[in-house]
């Protein structure tokens, strides 16, 4: 799926990998967190499970080919992340990645 920039961030994984703190529940009702799967979910109930900095409900490689096992349930934090904002350059970053170009946002080739 393309968000409205037309860059198709699901194959990144990089916002999904950077912080075990970042994926955590603010406005979700409780009947949208009861459809994550609990053994994704934290055991203190704060947010997503991660393995250190990764989230459990990430698979494949990061930068590589990387998607969200939960795409459609997943947390509210995690939609807001939008390709070439702030938190997704520094995730791109802290992986080794350089930032989005412009045209890579609009979905243009490289």
Known sequence: MSTSSGFDCRVCGACCATSADWPRFSMESDEQLDRIPETLVAADLSGMRCENDRCLALAGVVGEGASCTIYELRP????ECQPGDPECDLARR?????????????????
Do not use: K, S
């Open 94 to 110: 802290t992986h080794g990645m350089d930032p989005l170009t412009p045209a890579e946002i609009a979905g243009a080739p490289g």
């Open 76 to 79: 509210m934090v995690c939609r």
